[in-house]
């Protein structure tokens, strides 16, 4: 194991915390230190390994359904609030299109030249 990689390494301790979380019975609240934990006798039945999963797929699929009803209810705020910038955005262009009818500014072509002595 010296030889391998900072990478390999850090995968492999990881991998083997969580096959420790998962083969040992929760702790009581004075956790111990990482010296006390070693390799468990104790292991876990498959019926119990399937529960575990199981409830990790209820709990998946009830937040993903909460999150989706959350979505649902503030889906016509959403849109609400674009059609509103929408809106705003026309008439923005369309006050800009009408100032430039009303009040129509000269184009430096149609300007007359002035010099710097104030004579055309």
Not at 36 to 59: D, E, H, M, R
Not at 89 to 106: A, K
Request: with cysteine.
């Amino acid at each position: 194991m010296r030889d391998q990689d900072p990478q390999s390494s850090v995968l492999y301790e990881l991998c083997s915390m969580i096959v420790h979380i998962l083969r040992t019975p929760p702790l009581p609240f004075p956790f111990p230190t990482l010296t006390n934990v070693g390799p468990s006798s104790k292991t876990t039945s498959p019926a119990a390994f399937g529960s575990l999963f199981v409830g990790i797929s209820v709990a998946l699929m009830l937040f993903g359904s909460l999150t989706f009803f959350i979505g649902f209810i503030l889906m016509p705020l959403v849109i609400g609030l674009v059609l509103l910038f929408y809106f705003a955005g026309f008439v923005s262009i369309l006050s800009e299109f009408g100032r430039s009818i009303l009040c129509p500014v000269d184009s430096p072509k149609n300007a007359p030249a002035w010099n710097y002595e104030g004579e055309a």
